[in-house]
T-cell receptor, first 110, second 116 residues
Framework: GENVEQHPSTLSVQEGDSAVIKCTYS??????FPWYKQELGKRPQLIID?????GEKKDQRIAVTLNKTAKHFSLHITETQPEDSAVYFC?????????FGAGTRLTVKP | DTAVSQTPKYLVTQMGNDKSIKCEQN?????MYWYKQDSKKFLKIMFS???????INETVPNRFSPKSPDKAHLNLHINSLELGDSAVYFC???????????????FGPGTRLTVT
């Protein structure tokens, strides 16, 4: 089955700096790679996703890159703000089977 | 309107009891899921149902039994609760999709289960 590794487990940045979170996956059949943000006590919510036929996708301050050959994908947040502080999860899925990484706790210091 | 709802939000119970968590989605999705999130925040899939049929059943104790009366509902029954069952349980739903269509999952608010 799919195995998703996520690094780092914690990340602390200064407001305005960039943050990068990296994930690798094992199953070459995986074709959908979402990123979820979970604030304290809340549900995970999708912030951006990428499909296997695309190498990069950007939405304002958030971008995701995918390297299918190397089986890794990354989340980039630019100009971080304190409200970006949360736990971020990457995931990889094929059909309806989605596997999550262990999460990255991002702290943005004002 | 709440897209995916769960009840109860909090559940405190003693070891050995049997309890149920209910989940409903009004998005018209065909697929529903149960996840367990432990104290370390790891999100682990437990079950997945597509149109009331079980399609994913991870290695969870058979004390956990999902029941889907219709495609808008997926309830989770837990028998003989143990201390290690304490966690937050999330229900989620998505379209049933294959290939490159994309499968965003919408999560419910979670149920915090505490077993004492």
């Amino acid at each position: 089955g799919e195995n998703v590794e996520q690094h780092p487990s914690t990340l602390s940045v200064q407001e305005g700096d960039s943050a990068v979170i990296k994930c690798t996956y094992s199953d070459s059949a995986s074709n959908y790679f979402p990123w979820y943000k979970q604030e304290l006590g809340k549900r995970p919510q999708l912030i951006i996703d990428i499909r296997s036929n695309v190498g990069e996708k950007k939405d304002q301050r958030i971008a995701v890159t995918l390297n299918k050959t190397a089986k890794h994908f990354s989340l980039h947040i630019t100009e971080t703000q304190p409200e970006d502080s949360a736990v971020y999860f990457c995931a990889a899925s094929e059909a309806n089977d989605m596997r999550f990484g262990a999460g990255t706790r991002l702290t943005v210091k004002p | 309107d709440t897209a995916v709802s769960q009840t109860p939000k909090y559940l405190v119970t003693q070891m050995g009891n049997d309890k149920s968590i209910k989940c409903e989605q009004n998005l018209g999705h065909d697929t529903m899921y149960w996840y367990k999130q432990d104290s370390k925040k790891f999100l682990k899939i437990m079950f997945s149902y597509n149109n009331k049929e079980l399609i994913i059943n991870e290695t969870v104790p058979n004390r956990f039994s999902p029941k889907s009366p219709d495609k808008a509902h997926l309830n989770l029954h837990i028998n003989s609760l143990e201390l290690g069952d304490s966690a937050v349980y999330f229900c989620a739903s998505s379209r049933a999709s294959w290939g490159l269509a994309g499968l965003e999952q919408y999560f419910g608010p979670g149920t915090r289960l505490t077993v004492t």
